[in-house]
């Protein structure tokens, strides 16, 4: 109810009596009767954003507001209202003469009693524009009142009492009864509890006031009044109102939302906006997002954690986050920043999306904005081409030093993070190991313009130059682009374009836009499992082993770290059958993060906290199967090298080729036994066949810019 202002002064009452005639007098305004001038308006509502699972994760618009039929609710939650703000509502006709005489008496005595009824405060709330309820004037009255006859007159009580519960304001920018349901206790309306509803019905009186967000005191103070006040009218027993006062108010954790992934939302935001226009905030669009809430949690989760982890090592080096000094500015954010994107690997749905840190600090998205250097994680893409061309996870290739000729350049002398050269490894050693040297010399054997090619085979949309550090990931990607490229080794060679919108329907429930996955054959099945299978040596024995640790060992995964020189980026992709994540660290502004900052001890463990979180409720996937045109060879456990007749009856370790790219004679595993075929490849072989044996052992091997191979003092 409205309360009127004050004691009022002599001429103050005669008004008030005058409108208190005028109530009384006029059962239905002459000047408005058969005008159409007063409707039940629809109110606006905004778009609903839901996950993958059907949970409410965010409501965009002006308003937030979703109508809901009354004949949905309990029965006490219309009347609790009536019982509060106007209890002879089923008795008058708009206007409630009892009440406003009641009202003249009140305030004549000095107290604040308000006489607008339910219909009145409707009028108000629904046009404003013709009656200001701030203007405590008999002007508006007269008009409030007139309107309020014709529209009783027009509707009956029910439509009136409907429209009345979606109208009004709950506070915190939520409008009608189901927005305050969802936000305030994390249900829909059907389904408030007494005590829920006499709270609710406590807050249009003053929802800055009683909201117990703010004030939960005052809020519980007047949730028991009206819980006395719903006795007193019915409602309820006066039982029920005594159980229900001992009650605790129990607000929803986190608005009632599932998941809270404002990065995301900002996303969906832009996509609304842009197909249906700025206005998409009032059209009750429902919006289903391909979010999955376990994910979501699990990745904010494990970022801050990480991030946390980071700056507490001795080698960091920057600003701490929440301290003066990390205090965001025009140029952005000081402290460190990070970032997990998570893609299902066969649909190319967005599982997860954390752009960044703190979004009331930053609201740059680098999961979608940001261009930075990949580092070795990148790498993968080259061995897969040096797959398609041949290689195999067997060959041997020296990791000794090299010195590239550029033209226009400096000669190019890549080292290995370590700074140490091993001799000859096979590739899988190489790639578990992360070798620099290696990765160069696979791109010089295929082309580097091979290797810009696959790349944006691959889905990178920034250029990649045809240069030896690209191979190293000295380009740019974007991280979305990153995580959607390692779907191509998940899911046998098809690699999935990435969507965060799966379906969106106007509020009558018409569809209005449907996405549906896209897939793009980039592998074979053959090399994409040969890929995966060596990344999975990188994630159990080379730089990812801290992912590794931290997931079950049920849960099958590979993976690749990524460093650049500087450690200004560092990363960790990794994947399970069934979902791609990528998790980048650094600053906005790229620098070191300090001497100590690895993707292995960085961003593998919040890939491994994720994980973990996530399969704790996650149904175990079942392992990559070996694809038909992949053989099976039985290879020595300590070079790699494939086993040859006589086959050994004892245990040996399994290596992967592409049919047609076996050695002659090797011990095929067929059938659980080691079977010779064909004839031996020499032993002495080895990938870059132009040098001759004795090569193996050279200290350094140099290239021209040509790319061909030679010794340094040879011809």
Known sequence: MTALPGKPSASGRVLLRALAALALALPAPAAAQGSGAITLKAPTQSARVYARDGSLIAEQGPKV?????????????????????????????????????????????GDREGASTITQQLIGTMYPERVDRRQMTLERKVREAELALELERRYGKDRILESYLNWIYFGHGWYGIEAAARHYFGKPAARLTIEETAMLAALPKGAGVYSPKINPARALERRNLVLD????????????????????????????????????????????????????????????????????????????GGLRRAERQPWFRGAHYGTPTARPTAQGTP??????????????????????????????????????????????????????????????????????????????????????FRGP???????????????????????????????RRFGFSA?????????????????????????????????????????VADASGRSLFEARGKGTRVLTPGIAFLVTDMLRDAAEKGTGTEARQRLPARVPMDGKTGTTDDGADVWYVGFTPEIVTAVWVGFDTPRTLGAGAYGGAV???IWGD?????????RTPAPWSVPQGV??????????????????????????????????????????????????????????????????????LAVDSLGMVYRPGRP
Not at 265 to 291: D, N
């Open 65 to 109: 507001r979703t109508w809901v039929p009354m004949s949905s609710l309990p029965r006490y939650v219309p009347r609790a209202f009536v019982a509060v703000e106007d209890r002879r509502f089923y008795e008058h006709a708009g206007v409630d003469p009892v009440g406003i005489a009641r009202a003249v008496k009140s305030n004549l005595e």
């Open 335 to 420: 402290y460190l920043q990070g970032m997990v994107v998570s893609v299902d690997a066969r649909t190319g749905e967005i599982l997860a999306m954390t752009g960044g840190r703190d979004w009331e600090d930053s609201h740059y998205n680098r999961v979608t904005a940001a261009r930075r250097q990949p580092g070795s994680s990148f790498k993968p893409f080259v061995y897969a081409v040096a797959l398609e061309r041949g290689v195999t996870p067997a060959t041997v290739v020296q990791d000794t030093a090299l010195a590239i000729a550029m033209a226009g350049s400096p000669v190019y002398r890549p080292k290995n993070s370590d700074d140490r």
């Open 631 to 700: 053989l099976r060879v039985a290879v020595d456990g300590a070079t790699g090298q494939p086993l040859t007749a006589p086959c050994p009856a004892g245990p040996v370790r399994t290596e992967y080729f592409v049919a047609g790219t076996e050695p002659r004679g090797a011990c095929m595993l067929q059938d659980g036994l080691l079977v010779p075929s064909g004839d031996t490849l020499p032993a002495d072989s080895i990938f870059l066949g132009a040098l001759p044996p004795d090569s193996l052992a050279a200290d350094t």
């Open 229 to 304: 006040l719903m006795a007193q009218n019915g409602v309820i027993t006066r039982a029920e109102a005594a159980t229900a006062k001992t009650r605790p108010i129990r607000l929803a954790p986190n608005h009632g939302y599932s998941a809270r992934p404002p990065y995301a939302i900002e996303q969906v935001r832009q996509f609304l906006a842009e197909r249906y226009g700025p206005g998409f905030g009032e059209m009750g669009l429902r919006v289903w997002t391909t979010l999955d809430p376990a994910a979501q949690n699990a990745a904010d989760s494990a970022l801050a």
């Open 610 to 618: 994720m994980m973990r979180d996530l399969y704790a409720r996650r």
């Open 425 to 455: 490894v096979t590739v899988r050693q190489a790639l578990t190991q992360s070798i620099n040297t290696v990765a160069i010399q696979l791109g010089m054997q295929v082309g580097f313009d091979q290797v810009v090619d696959a790349a």
């Open 463 to 503: 250029p990649i130059r045809p240069y030896p550090s690209s191979v190293l990931g000295a380009g740019v990607v974007r991280p979305v682009e990153l995580a959607a490229a390692y779907t191509a080794f998940a899911n046998r060679g098809m690699r999935v374009d990435p969507f965060l919108v799966r379906r």
């Open 603 to 605: 961003a593998a463990p």
